[in-house]
């Protein structure tokens, strides 16, 4: 008996011990990831960016950074949230096929859309997951890691990509989106297309004297006739930044757990996008003053959350701070095809566009936005349909036929796409499963009948178009001429969204050899000619701005390593001793050479590989790097040559 007394005793004691260890332990890490969209790596300075320069100068700056291929927004913050590949991830774009008509149960009120939907919406991304099973990306964010270990949490900015980094947040209750636990403030807050706010953040923010939604954008895309915007997104932009340091983090600061915040800033993205300094010219494109502008724009808001930091020592100190952008930025070619001005020889570019009131909607000899998905119809003899518009035929809904050849819009019949989804093939109905044989998503190819012979004469037509950079087929189709395998760039991996056939990248090149990164041209997009648009497997699309700093970071260091936006989440677990639940193998490493008391450097390579050359000769070529076994896409080209030039 008294021995059992004393077992208590000292279990008590111990237990005490425990307490009072809890106690004096350091509070982890806070953590806040700054992603500056469309950023590229060469926009960064002393003068035009001097925020985002003191953190590549006083922390660790990463030299030789990566976005993931394709290089669009949503693959890399799938990228960023979980530290997968777009091969798990299943992310393959910024639109994916889904293989059923969007809000098919009615969720959120909303009636079936589109099979090929645009994921930049919250609304979109919780339909998604109530299909696949409550988190579409299959892997776990490194912020609902945080949320499960008591972290508050707060993902703020861009529609889309803000809300993806925690989208298992984002899931149909009843139809409608729930009230989450991590805070969601995006450029829909205050509209029914939004994550609901809780009561305690509308009243952090009213208390801080910030309105409860931002202002809308006031950007003006433009016409290939009329320019897009000369201003910034200034004002919308600088809610979000409010909302950061006069709400949000003062109350994060307050608690005594710690804190993961993500702040997306959607310029220069949305401007570069937008801006209308170069109307059908390729000069000065994303390099004039309105694009300047929104590249200032994503540094202020990053020197006012410094500006907090510094005002708050005991935060600043006990908090990382990562900076990345999702990708890098490329001029819009509609026309010319290489620096020579050499014009496409599409077939879509020799056709005209009216719309229903006769007016010319793109220019004599320039692609039309779905120019691929026009001209793959056309070599196929199949009928296409855009999913984006519905009409009704006999009590049946199908998507909207579209007939380039028709000489102007109908009302039953358009002549070009919305943007660049398709359905090719089949009836257009608007049915699960598709009657599509084929599926244009972007860059996304995607057969549902898995029919090997419609893969390679699809892939030998694709040969044949001037406006193609780099062919990638699925491995299950086998090597076929001209074109590397979709595992070779991370494509290939346990997803559980449909799986494209084949991902291309458009053609790229420079208009200054001796400057290819700040002058880079991409052909194609949906953007007007001169505008700005990326997701090419090009170095001026990959190399996006990477830097941090904070305690656990290493100071004044450059990292020559190749380092990419799949290693933020695995090095950011690995900082709060937390071990992220990794299903898929496409995984990002931890940045150790990046770390206090890290190596200098890790061993990495260069290297380049070469398809099986097409009946005309030419091969995608592939020029990557290898470090710690992971694959870092440099670019792609399709060429006789043995490397990219």
Known sequence: MREVRWLRALGACVGVVAILDAQDAPKPRNTIIFVADGLRHGSVNAIDTPALYRVRTQGVYFANSHAVFPSQTMPNSAAIATGH??????????QIFTAYPLFDKGHFGQARGTMVPDVEDPLVLGDINDHFGGNYLREASVVALARSYGYSTAVIGKVGPAASQDVSELNAVRGALRNPI??????ATGTPRTVPLRDSTVALLAAAGVAPAPPQRDQPTGTNETPGTTTANVAHQQWFADATTKAILPAFAKSPEPFMLVFWSGDPDLTQHAQGDSLNSLTPGINGTTSKAAI??????LRQILDYLDAHPDVRDNTNV???ADHGFSTVSRRDVDASGRATSSYSASLQYLDASGRQEVNTGHLPPGFLAIDLANHLALPLYDPELQT?????????????????????????????????????????PTDARVVIAQTSV???????????????????QDYIGGIFVHDRFGQMPGALSMSDVGLVGSATTPKPAIVISFKSFALDAANPLMTGVMVGGVRQHGQGDHGSLVRANTFNNMAAMGPDFKRRFVDQTPVGNADIAPTIAYLMKRKMPNLGKLRGRVLNEALEGGPAA??????????RPSEDGLSTVLMYQVADDRIYLDEACFTRAEKCQ
């Open 446 to 464: 995607y057969v549902p009948g898995n029919d090997r012979d419609l893969v390679q004469r699809i892939v030998r037509f694709l040969g044949d």
């Open 392 to 432: 009704e035929e006999d009590g049946t809904k199908r998507y909207m036929r579209i007939d380039p050849t028709i000489g102007q819009a109908r009302s039953d019949v358009r002549q070009r796409l919305i943007t660049g989804a398709a359905l090719i093939g089949g009836t257009g109905r608007v049915a699960k």
């Open 182 to 187: 991590t805070i969601v403030l995006d450029g």
């Open 296 to 301: 200032h724009n994503a540094d202020r808001s």
């Open 602 to 611: 890790v061993r990495s390579s260069r290297a380049v590989k070469r398809s």
């Open 322 to 324: 990562f900076v990345t």
């Open 85 to 94: 590949y777009p091969g798990d991830t299943g992310q393959f774009a910024n």
